[in-house]
């Protein structure tokens, strides 16, 4: 359970990643991810600044630890929403793990 000062913290797959978009003094950028479990589904999270450099490790279809704040704000009647990642950590174990399960299973004998 969460208490009101722990960090929030999902983890999941990897199904998407944007492009960086920029102005003078920002930059982000978009990425999904998809949770685990009997009902999975798919969150997106924004990167800000110089924090876009963590997603350079990452690649698409890893098991990702994304650490985040959630925010709203309201503009003209209507709320938004953003999850904003401050950690993205790839979960090498797991995702190598899979992958080699995966290619075992298939009778290859090789790693992806």
């Not at 982000?28 to 999975?40: A, M």
């Not at 890893?62 to 985040?68: G, Y």
Request: aromatic share 10%.
């Amino acid at each position: 359970m969460q208490t009101p000062n722990s960090p929030l913290q999902l983890t999941g797959i990897c199904t998407a990643i944007g492009s960086a978009s920029n102005g003078e003094t920002w930059q982000k950028q978009e990425f999904i991810i998809q949770t685990e479990g009997n009902y999975p589904t798919k969150v997106c999270f924004t990167i800000w600044n110089d924090k876009l450099e963590m997603l350079n490790r990452c690649q698409v279809n890893d098991r990702l630890i994304v650490k985040f704040n959630l925010s709203s704000r309201e503009h003209q009647g209507k709320w938004y929403t953003e999850l904003t990642a401050w950690s993205v950590t790839v979960d090498f174990k797991n995702t190598i793990g899979k992958s080699l399960t995966y290619t075992h299973e298939l009778g290859k004998g090789a790693t992806k």
